[in-house]
């Protein structure tokens, strides 16, 4: 049985940061500080991806797990998470309001030129790889901070991209944990929408939840 997404119980949450314009921080090397945490990235074609998901608690974000449709900006974290190491590498679900709030303040917020996703661009990172096998090129290959897709189908990893089972978060449902991951696309409509990577698929499918709190990766030009 799939492990339920309760009420969350915050383990070690990191420190906010509040940096100003542009977050303080830009590239250095391989890596890029984003609100106080450095996170590793790759080129891929012509943007740069960030190869763990956002952990990004930015002042005023709520932690609260009522309403996954709310126009306030919140998150949550899985509550029967293990340790610190693994809630960091999974990071927190974001809702509906917190993605909306982070691309309109996404030149405060976040280092210059970073962002989430849009679907063209999610799209040609698949059309780059090969959408064929896009999932299984881009899905975790071994993961000793959490758990790994189910047995038979761990991806390749063939870039470094990283993507774990990290589940969905609904108030009613279970995560999937340990069998999905679904990343938000920047929000250019007035419906949720993402894309969600299958333990037994090797594409990635487009997806319109109709609620939800999911995980974030960023892009930048390269």
Not at 60 to 78: F, V
């Amino acid at each position: 049985m799939e492990p339920t997404i309760y009420k969350p119980t915050i383990y070690n949450a990191p420190t906010i940061y509040n940096m100003g314009g542009n977050g303080g921080g830009g590239g250095v090397g391989n890596v890029v500080n984003i609100g106080g945490r450095n996170y590793p990235y790759i080129k891929l074609n012509d943007k740069l991806w960030i190869t763990e998901n956002l952990v990004y608690i930015w002042p005023g974000l709520e932690n609260n797990y009522t309403d996954t449709n709310s126009e306030i900006p919140r998150y949550c974290y899985r509550s029967n998470d293990p340790d610190q190491a693994a809630l960091y590498k999974i990071g927190p679900y974001y809702n509906w309001g917190a993605i909306k709030y982070l691309d309109a303040n996404s030149n405060d917020l976040l280092p210059s030129g970073w962002h989430i996703p849009s679907k063209a661009e999610f799209d040609n990172l698949f059309s780059f790889i090969g959408v064929s096998e896009a999932a299984k090129r881009l899905k975790a290959q071994d993961n000793s901070v959490l758990s790994n897709w189910p047995s038979g189908y761990n991806g390749l990893d063939s870039y470094g991209f990283f993507i774990l089972p990290t589940g969905i978060a609904y108030i009613d449902n279970g995560s999937h944990f340990g069998k999905r991951c679904d990343l938000w696309i920047k929000p250019e409509h007035t419906y949720l929408e993402t894309y969600m990577f299958r333990y037994n698929y090797q594409t990635v499918d487009y997806n319109t939840p109709d609620r939800g709190y999911f995980t974030i990766r960023l892009c930048c030009n390269a």
